[in-house]
């Protein structure tokens, strides 16, 4: 991979994220006191981290609570303390859900709950993501949910995968608990207040645990999606064209609703690619050729490539598969993108970086500063020998307001 060639005079700078998510973590015992990035092959990184800024960054503002909305929507450049509305009314953007000003959405998780207790209270969340259950199975059972649950002023939408949602009109915001944040705790103590919301995730068991998509998944030795779970309430968001901010045409390549809903609202483009599914079989390499696409040939100046592998391996408790997740998109995207805009001659910068820990040991989103590695094929600079947590704490460089990250990186201080 050339990394200091001279471009042709006279082509704009390109710019690209290259957005991991859930990548950064804790020292692992069983990897022998190293995190899964340090432990992880990642050469094309540990190549582009010789030549570029290392440093740290507060992606999530102290008081938020630490998840990919805030995070992401930091990233991108929108402070979450004036854009963040709740995370779901973003996924509503995504898929397109009726949603008026005074509406409120919830995220409908399909979980998987144990089955042994009597009292649907009782039960346990023992898996956030229904084994990353597929979206055709999830589309039949969130089909079931509609005809048997929705009612006047309730809404049900199919999302991605597991993630799903419920719309109430003129409603209003409570406080709901993260499925993955309570892993194998009793549901008792967190579920909603609100007596319909409660109904119907009670409900949902009844509806979902025998249906014959969970039967055949039990008979799989797959998870069952058992049970909804509503949470991320939140009203319509309000944010800014990117384009019109930055200056730059931009493009969102995810297969999550989520960064999809954030890239409507900011009036970016999103780019579909085939076989990218949120997992750690997603589609790497078509996602690495579809923002060398965009960026040469399609005309736009800067993409977003938001990769959730990582954090859904951090979630299972994982460090094996996170490691693999790592390994594939420095493998199948960093170098493959690096490698390409550079021999087409074209100038670009490029950020690699996390929007959050999700550290294996806790199964769930933390708000620490994250590493973030920026390389520019037109300037670089001495660097560290590798990219990982203790590299970007090494060199002092901290940028407290994650925010800001986006002017970092289109030059503009």
């Known amino acids: 991979m050339p990394l200091n060639e001279n471009h042709r005079e006279g082509r704009e700078m390109k710019y690209i994220v290259i957005l991991c998510d859930g990548m950064a973590d804790e020292p692992l015992p069983e990897l022998n006191g190293k ?16 030549v570029s800024e290392i440093g740290m960054v507060r992606t999530v503002p102290e008081g938020m609570a630490p998840g990919s909305d805030t995070a992401n929507l930091s990233v991108i450049g929108y402070d979450p303390e004036i854009y963040y509305s709740g995370r779901s009314p973003l996924e509503a953007l995504s898929i397109g859900a009726d949603m008026d000003a005074a509406d409120v959405s919830f995220r409908c ?15 346990r969340i023992l898996d956030h993501s229904s084994g990353e259950i597929s979206t055709e199975e999830a589309a039949v059972l969130v089909g079931a949910l509609k005809e048997e649950l929705e009612r006047d002023g309730y809404k049900f939408y199919v999302g991605t995968s597991y993630r799903h949602l419920l719309i109430m009109k003129n409603g209003k915001t409570v406080e709901l608990t993260a499925p ?24 949902s068991y009844d509806i979902l645990k025998n249906h014959p998509i969970n039967v055949k998944r039990r008979a799989e030795g797959k998870n069952p999606a058992n049970s909804a779970w509503f949470w991320g309430a939140g009203t319509r968001p309000a944010l800014t064209s990117f384009e019109e901010k930055n200056g730059v045409k931009g493009a969102m390549i995810s297969a999550v ?72 998109i420095d493998k199948m995207i960093i170098g493959p993108v690096a490698e390409a805009l550079s021999e087409q001659n074209i100038p670009f910068r490029m ?63």
């Open 35 to 50: 995190t899964p990035l340090e432990a992880a092959a990642t050469p094309n990184m540990d190549r582009l981290a010789k």
């Open 180 to 203: 993955h944040d309570i892993l194998t705790k009793r549901i008792g103590d967190y579920l909603p207040e609100d007596p319909v919301l409660r109904e119907m995730m009670e409900r």
């Open 257 to 328: 609703d989520l960064l999809k809903g954030i890239a409507v609202g900011a009036g970016m483009h999103n780019i579909i690619v085939e076989g990218a599914n949120g997992g750690l079989d997603t589609n790497y390499a078509g996602k690495g050729q579809a923002a060398v696409k965009a960026l040469s040939e399609d005309g736009f100046d800067f993409v977003y490539v938001h990769i959730e592998a990582p954090d859904e391996m951090g979630h299972q408790g994982s460090a094996s598969k996170k490691i693999q997740a790592i390994e594939s």
């Open 109 to 123: 998780n399909l979980v998987t709950l144990s089955e042994e207790e009597e009292n649907y209270s009782d039960r």
């Open 351 to 413: 950020m690699v970086l996390p929007d959050h820990p999700t550290p294996v040991r806790v199964r769930t989103h933390t708000g620490d500063p994250v590493p973030y590695l920026l390389y520019d094929s037109t300037a670089p600079v001495t660097g560290k020998e590798s990219y990982n947590e203790k590299s970007g704490r090494e060199t002092g460089v901290f940028i407290e307001k994650g925010c800001r990250l986006i002017d970092h990186l289109l030059n503009k201080c």
